[in-house]
């Protein structure tokens, strides 16, 4: 068991905190905007946004997978167009497993964030508008710094999710070792050839890791709601 | 001078109402607004905040805010707006939430010392009691120096003493400023003690439009007093009745008799008025 655990490989480890932080990063910055134009949009088609955002929860991500394999590949424009202008090849490496994460996790950056800015009173918002700042300065300035047990949750839960995918990052990535491999694939993998104590250490670090995470936000936003005992 | 002439379609309590005010507003002047829930109080301040649309104009002075073809954003109509619930940025400090509107520490020194807020510069929102963040809210809507200030029934989440007491502030400010003022409330007292006009709205008018006593004052005639109250119960004591009367936050007994007792009901609005007596007048406290 020992040996076992010094020989073993941790690069999928690296692979997969580094996919999910990259991933976290990129769609945190998306997220903020289109979260907050969805919690205070009134449009009619509000639904139809809201529902293409919460795709990637509901769909298999072997049909995810598929769809951005497919889009991403030489076979489409897209892939066709950035492989000849920039010479960039978007599967089968890192670069496409972080195109495909993002999609992939979208949601589960985009609700939190959205939740706790609908949550935040409408008075609130008015009053700082009412002082004369843009959207944009009352969005960091005031929703931002007011919402920070969604804002964790969401950070925390859409860089735990990155880490935990398997399907696309199997279909995008192809599990090439040192490249593509994530922790997740690693498992997988040293199920099906049963090396089954290294795919026990792998899964018990992973469940190590995640339990840890969690239990630090749920500590987090207990301390966050004691200090600031609700809004307003 | 502030000329408003607005109008809009609301969905209120009883149904579809169409809100419809014209008003001319003198600078300086301390307007009142009053009138039953869903009358359009509060819908006449968000579209003069210019939080709602509305059809119409709205000119101050020399600006146009609003016409037929466009609307003024709030960011650039220069006013202060009191919510009822404050509506303070919880993670700011007393003082950050005033500089957030404008970084003019001297002003916002000034105006925490006249609300005895200064003590509190430091202190976030959460940790205030309610008048405390009241007169923070008050605070920085005056850190713009606006040219209108709007508040939507400051002072009616407050107990009577703190309400007092912000009523003598918000009219230290209004003399120290002279900003022109207009303030939804439903107290007469409060009403009457600030204010140089008011105006009473039903479903979405103008129903009354004058000075602070004569809306104020429901005496008909030569009735020297005359209250508002609602008849709780009728008593038969002997050959009398007694109406027991709820007149604000006091119940009073008024001697009935027969004809008179038939005629009411239990549940009626009345008023309760007498002529030519001399009454007594002590100091209680």
């Keep these: 068991m020992l040996e076992k655990l010094m020989a073993l490989e941790f690069t999928p480890f690296l692979i997969s905190f580094k ?5 976290t990063a990129i769609l945190f910055i998306v997220s903020l905007f289109l979260a907050w134009n969805l919690s205070q949009s009134k449009s009619r088609f509000k639904p139809i946004f809201e529902a293409i955002t919460a795709l990637p929860i509901v769909l298999p991500p072997s049909v995810l997978g598929f769809y951005i394999l497919y889009s991403l590949s030489f076979h ?3 892939g066709r167009f950035f492989q000849d202008v920039f010479g960039i090849k978007l599967v089968f490496n890192f670069t496409g497993l972080v195109i495909a994460s993002c999609f992939y996790s979208l949601p589960f950056m985009v609700q939190p964030l959205q939740g706790g800015f609908e949550a935040l009173p409408k008075n609130m918002l008015e009053a700082s508008y009412i002082a004369g700042k843009s959207k944009l300065k009352t969005l960091l300035c005031v929703a931002l710094p007011n919402i920070k047990p969604s804002l964790m949750t969401a950070i925390v839960i859409t860089f735990a999710h990155t880490v935990g995918e398997f399907g696309v990052v199997l279909m995008v990535g192809g599990s090439i070792p040192s490249q593509t491999k994530t922790a997740s694939i690693a498992v997988y993998e040293l199920v099906e050839i049963m090396d089954y104590t290294s795919a026990h250490i792998y899964s018990g670090i992973m469940v190590l890791i995640s339990f840890l995470v969690l239990l630090l936000v749920y500590i987090f936003n207990r301390k966050q709601n004691h200090h600031l005992g609700g809004l307003s | 001078m502030i000329k408003i002439d607005v109008s809009k379609e609301l969905l209120g309590s009883l149904g ?4 419809s005010i014209n008003l001319d507003i003198s600078s300086q002047s301390f307007v009142a607004l009053s009138g039953q829930s869903g009358s359009g109080k509060t819908t006449l301040l968000r579209i003069l905040a210019g939080l709602e649309s509305a059809k119409g ?4 002075d020399d600006e146009v805010w609003l016409d037929e073809t466009h609307s003024l954003a709030p960011q650039q109509r220069g006013i202060g707006f009191v919510f009822q619930d404050y509506a303070l940025f919880p993670n ?16 916002a020194k000034q105006l925490l010392d006249l609300t005895e807020l200064l003590e509190l510069s430091s202190r976030k929102p959460a940790t205030l009691s309610g008048g405390q963040k009241q007169r923070v809210s008050l605070c920085r809507a005056m850190m713009n120096r606006p040219k209108l200030l709007l508040m939507d029934e400051p002072l009616s989440a407050l107990d009577p003493l703190m309400r007092n007491k912000l009523q003598h502030e918000i009219l230290t400010l209004h003399k120290k400023f002279g900003t022109t003022t207009m ?3 439903h107290d007469p007292s409060e009403i009457y003690r600030l204010s140089s006009r008011v105006v009473v709205l039903s479903q979405g008018k103008v129903l009354q439009d004058g000075d602070a006593k004569s809306v104020l004052l429901r005496t008909q005639g030569s009735q020297k007093f005359s209250f508002e109250g609602e008849l709780l119960d009728i008593v038969k004591v002997d050959v009398i009745f007694i109406a027991i009367v709820a007149i604000g936050q006091q119940i009073v007994e008024v001697v009935l008799d027969e004809s008179e007792a038939k005629d009411l009901q239990v549940g009626d609005v009345v008023s309760i008025g007498t002529k030519a007596f ?3 007048i002590q100091r209680l406290t």
Aim: glycine content about 0%; charged content about 25%.
């Design chain 2, 278 to 280: 001399a009454p007594m």
């Design chain 2, 183 to 185: 303030m939804v409330s």
């Design chain 2, 16 to 19: 579809k109402m169409d809100l």
């Design chain 2, 57 to 60: 104009a709205i000119k101050v």
């Design chain 1, 76 to 78: 489409s424009p897209l």
């Design chain 2, 92 to 107: 700011m400090s007393v003082l950050d939430n005033l500089l957030f509107v404008r970084k003019d520490k001297e002003l």
């Design chain 1, 19 to 23: 996919l999910a932080s990259i991933t």
